[in-house]
């Protein structure tokens, strides 16, 4: 299971750190990602993180604003977003794949958590 939070209401330029814990299997044995979904836009991917945590890839939105990392050791995943923007509202999920190392596709990712709100004011 996934279970994403952090979320909330935030300035344009503010930041929030959302988290997402892990439960029932070896986390360090998934690729883990973010996805984002704005009202009446497909899911888009945001941020994902290799087993080890040693790989990061981002979307070109996000890139320098956000940051992935993950602690194996504590099964959870981690998304700091800085320098927020309004078109950063969306709802916020986490995902997770046992097959891949690290992935930037939602059809990759076998588990999902629900998603957690991000409201960006201007």
């Known amino acids: 299971q996934l279970q994403a939070s952090g979320g909330g209401l935030v300035q344009a330029g503010g930041s929030l750190r959302l988290s997402c814990a892990a439960s029932g299997r070896t986390f360090s044995g998934y690729a883990v990602g973010w996805f984002r979904q704005a009202p009446e836009k497909e899911r888009e991917f945001v941020a994902a993180?290799?087993?080890?945590?040693?790989?990061?890839v981002y979307a070109d939105s996000v890139k320098g604003r956000f940051t992935i990392s993950r602690d194996n050791a504590k099964n959870s995943l981690y998304l700091q977003m800085n320098s927020l923007k309004p078109e950063d509202t969306a709802v916020y999920y986490c995902?997770?794949?046992?097959?891949?190392?690290?992935?930037?596709?939602?059809?990759?990712?076998?588990?999902w958590g629900p998603g957690t709100l991000v409201t960006v004011s201007s």
């Open positions: 995902a997770a794949d046992p097959h891949l190392n690290i992935a930037t596709r939602p059809r990759q990712y076998d588990y």
């Open positions: 993180v290799s087993r080890s945590g040693g790989s990061t």
